[in-house]
């Protein structure tokens, strides 16, 4: 896949998880039980929108070569495809609770909130991977020192 597209994929999945994150505080400010459980989510997405940003950064042609190695590349869509996969899921959830303001916060206790954390694990695994592969890019183009 090209850089191009990857960067692409990526910035739209930054806008995303910032409009994920507006709903999540509206959420919160709704459902005020769900607060401490959605913390971690919002970490995520935070670590989530800064991976994305590098990574979308790095894969700019840069003196007319991306500074993501080929190799790296069919293994970014996946993740990325994953990633969305779980915002989109995530905010299906904050919607369907949403929908329903009265005993929002006993069902979410009883529902949601395991839905949440499930997603988050996923999440947090997938932020984990992309930071992963963005150190790697960073050791890839480290410049290289005569050994004088």
């Not at 935070?46 to 790095?58: I, N, P, R, V």
């Not at 700019?60 to 993740?79: H, W």
């Not at 994953?82 to 609770?97: F, K, M, Q, V, W």
């Amino acid at each position: 896949m090209d850089p191009l597209s990857i960067a692409g994929t990526c910035v739209a999945l930054t806008g995303t998880a910032t409009k994920l994150g507006t709903e999540l505080t509206r959420f919160v400010m709704r459902c005020r039980e769900s607060k401490d459980d959605l913390a971690g989510m919002a970490r995520q997405i935070s670590s989530l929108k800064m991976a994305l940003e590098l990574l979308s950064d790095d894969l700019k042609p840069e003196e007319g070569a991306c500074r993501v190695p080929d190799s790296f590349r069919p293994q970014l869509n996946p993740m990325l495809d994953n990633c969305r996969d779980i915002l989109t899921e995530l905010g299906s959830i904050l919607s369907a609770y949403t929908a329903r303001p009265k005993s929002t916060g006993v069902k979410w206790a009883v529902f949601g909130k395991d839905k949440v954390l499930s997603l988050e694990k996923q999440l947090d695994a997938h932020v984990k991977a992309l930071n992963v592969t963005l150190s790697c890019v960073s050791l890839c183009v480290l410049p290289t020192y005569p050994p004088w």
